[in-house]
C-alpha cells in the first residue's frame, strides 16, 4: 500500500468572512506527482500557501508523514521538508543568481564562512541540467522573465525537499524549456520526491501527472488517476460546463500598415529587427528563452535604450524615449511580468485599471480625478472581463492571479490604444478564462485595433494569430503565414535549424 505523505482534515480558509477554501480533505502519496487544477480563484494557490506556511488555515488539520503539524510560517514548512515554486517571482533583484538559490540555505565551511565556491559550483550544475546558459554571480535584475522562473526552479530544487510544490512553472516558458523542466520532475520523483503540480495548462497535467485533484470554488470536486481522465473531462469538472471552440475564427485584416519598425537595434540584445502591422492584425511572436521578444517589445516602448532604428505610425516617424511617449501615440503594452511591472498589489482594481490613463480622469483645471467617472469605466472593465472581486476597492493582492492578469489587461486597454503589445496575456488563467481574453483581443482585431501578441504557448499562437514572427538570439528567423503557421515551422525557426523568408 502507497505510503501518505500528507493528509489535511477539513481544511477551511476564510478572508474577511469571505469562503475561499471549504472543508478540503486529500491524501498526496509519497513520491507521486499530484496534479491540481481549477478556474481562478478556485483556491488552488491558497491551498498552497496553506502547506507553505504563508496563510494559516481558519480550520481544520494537516497531518505530514503521519503526525498532526502546525505550519506556522515559511521556515516551519521549510524545517518540514516542504519547498514551494511559487506563482509570483520571489527573488532579490539586487543580489546574484547562487544568492538567491541558497538564500536562507546557504552552504558554510568550517569556519562558519559561506562557502561561495561551493554555492557557485551547485548552482552551475542545477542550470547546466535545467540546459540554461545563466552565469551564477549574475545578478537577477539582469535576468529575463524565462531566466528568473528557472531561478526559481533551482531555487525550490535546491532544498533537496520532501514535497515540491510547483506553483504554475511554465507559464513564462517555451515547449523546449517546459521538456527539460518535465525530464527534471521525473528525476526527482524517481528519487522519492513529492511533487504537486499546480497549472491551467492541462495538456501538461495530462502528461507528467499521476493523479489530478479538481478544485472549484474553494471545493474537492474530485481525484482521479490521470490514465482515467482526458484532457476534455478536465476542463468540464473544472468549470462545470462544456466548453466550446477554444480559439475565435480569425477574420481577414485589412492591408493598410499602422505600425512598422525598421532596424531596431540594442547591442548584444536586438540585431535590426524589421517589420510590418496592418490594421486589425493579430501579428504574433514566436521563440525559445532569450529569443528577444520581450526584449524588442521593452525597446519598442522605450523602457529599453535602442542603439539604431526607427518606428512609424500611420507612416509618420515618432520618437519614444520613454513609456508615456508610446501612450500618447496610441501604443500600449502588457507586460508578461504581471506583478514586477504590470500591477501594483498594495493598489485596488479601480487605481490599477487608471494608472495608466488617470490624467484622462481628471479635471484639467484643477487636476482633481473625477472618481465617479474612474469607477464607471473600471465596472465597465470588469463586467467586460469577468473579474471575480468583492469590490471595486479592493486591492488586488487579495485577487487570485488570473484575476490580478484580467485587471492588468484591462488597465492596457482602458487609453485606448490603436497598437496593443500583449505579452504572455494568458498567463496564469484558467481554460475557461483563456477563452474570453481570446474572443476579447479577436473582437478588438475585428474593431481595427493591431495587436503583437507575444507568447509562448505554440497552440495559441497558432489559433490565434494571422502572421507570425519567430525569433532566435535576438533577430528575426522567418515569417510564417496561412497553412505554414504549425509547430513544426515554428520550432524549425525558433531552433536555427533554417531560415525563412522575411
Do not use: W
Amino acid at each position: 500500500m502507497d505510503e501518505c505523505l500528507l493528509k489535511t482534515h477539513n481544511i477551511c480558509k476564510e478572508f474577511s468572512s469571505v469562503p475561499v477554501l471549504t472543508n478540503i480533505n486529500l491524501e498526496i502519496i509519497r513520491g507521486e506527482i499530484l496534479g491540481i487544477i481549477g478556474e481562478n480563484g478556485a483556491g488552488k494557490s491558497t491551498l498552497m500557501k496553506i502547506f507553505s506556511g504563508i496563510y494559516k488555515p481558519t480550520s481544520g488539520e494537516i497531518h505530514f508523514e503521519g503526525k498532526r503539524v502546525f505550519i506556522h510560517d515559511p521556515l516551519n514548512a521549510k524545517n518540514l521538508g516542504i519547498s514551494i515554486l511559487p506563482q509570483e517571482f520571489n527573488l532579490v533583484n539586487e543580489l546574484s543568481v547562487y544568492d538567491n538559490i541558497f538564500l536562507g540555505s546557504e552552504i558554510r565551511k568550517k569556519s562558519g564562512f559561506l562557502d561561495k565556491k561551493k554555492m557557485m559550483e551547485r548552482t552551475i550544475e542545477m542550470l547546466k541540467e535545467l540546459e540554461v546558459e545563466i552565469k551564477p554571480d549574475e545578478k537577477i535584475e539582469n535576468l529575463s522573465t524565462a531566466q528568473k522562473q528557472m531561478v526559481e526552479i533551482c531555487k525550490a530544487v535546491a532544498m533537496d525537499a520532501k514535497l515540491l510544490i510547483m506553483d504554475e512553472p511554465t507559464t513564462v516558458l517555451t515547449r523546449f524549456e517546459i521538456d527539460i523542466l518535465f525530464r527534471l520532475m521525473r528525476r526527482l520523483k524517481n528519487q522519492g520526491t513529492t511533487i504537486i503540480y499546480i497549472s491551467h495548462k492541462l495538456k501538461e497535467v495530462k502528461a507528467i501527472c499521476d493523479r489530478v485533484m479538481v478544485l472549484r470554488d474553494g471545493e474537492l470536486v474530485c481525484t482521479e488517476i490521470n490514465q482515467n481522465f482526458s484532457v476534455l473531462e478536465m476542463a468540464k469538472s473544472m468549470v462545470g460546463r462544456e466548453l466550446s471552440q477554444v480559439f475565435p475564427e480569425k477574420k481577414k485584416r485589412k492591408p493598410e500598415i499602422v505600425f512598422e519598425v525598421k532596424n531596431l537595434s540594442v547591442p548584444m540584445i536586438l540585431d535590426n529587427v524589421s517589420f510590418q502591422l496592418r490594421k486589425g492584425e493579430i501579428l504574433g511572436f514566436a521563440g525559445l528563452v532569450d529569443a528577444g521578444r520581450t526584449e524588442m517589445a521593452e525597446t519598442i516602448m522605450g523602457i529599453r535604450k535602442r542603439s539604431s532604428g526607427q518606428i512609424f505610425r500611420n507612416g509618420n516617424e515618432i520618437e519614444i524615449l520613454k513609456p508615456q511617449d508610446a501612450v500618447d501615440n496610441g501604443i500600449n503594452y502588457l507586460s508578461e511580468d504581471r506583478q514586477g511591472a504590470g500591477i501594483l498589489t498594495s493598489f485596488t482594481v479601480t487605481q490599477n485599471t487608471t494608472l495608466v490613463s488617470l490624467a484622462s480622469y481628471c479635471a484639467s483645471f484643477i487636476k482633481y480625478i473625477m472618481k465617479k467617472r474612474e469607477e464607471e469605466s473600471t465596472l465597465k472593465h470588469k463586467e467586460r472581463f469577468n473579474i471575480k472581486t468583492p469590490g471595486l476597492d479592493v486591492k488586488l493582492e487579495y485577487l487570485s492571479g488570473g484575476n490580478q492578469q484580467k485587471v492588468s489587461l484591462a488597465k492596457s486597454i482602458d487609453p485606448a490604444p490603436e497598437v496593443l503589445i500583449a505579452n504572455e496575456p494568458t498567463r496564469g488563467i484558467d481554460v475557461s478564462a483563456k477563452q474570453e481574453i481570446y474572443r476579447f483581443i479577436n473582437s478588438l482585431s475585428e474593431s481595427g485595433l493591431s495587436c503583437i501578441f507575444i507568447s509562448s504557448e505554440q497552440e495559441e499562437i497558432i489559433g490565434m494569430c494571422h502572421r507570425v514572427i519567430v525569433m532566435k538570439d535576438g533577430r528575426i528567423m522567418g515569417i510564417v503565414e496561412g497553412k505554414d503557421i504549425n509547430e513544426e515551422e515554428i520550432m524549425y525557426l525558433a531552433t536555427g535549424v533554417r531560415e525563412g523568408a522575411t
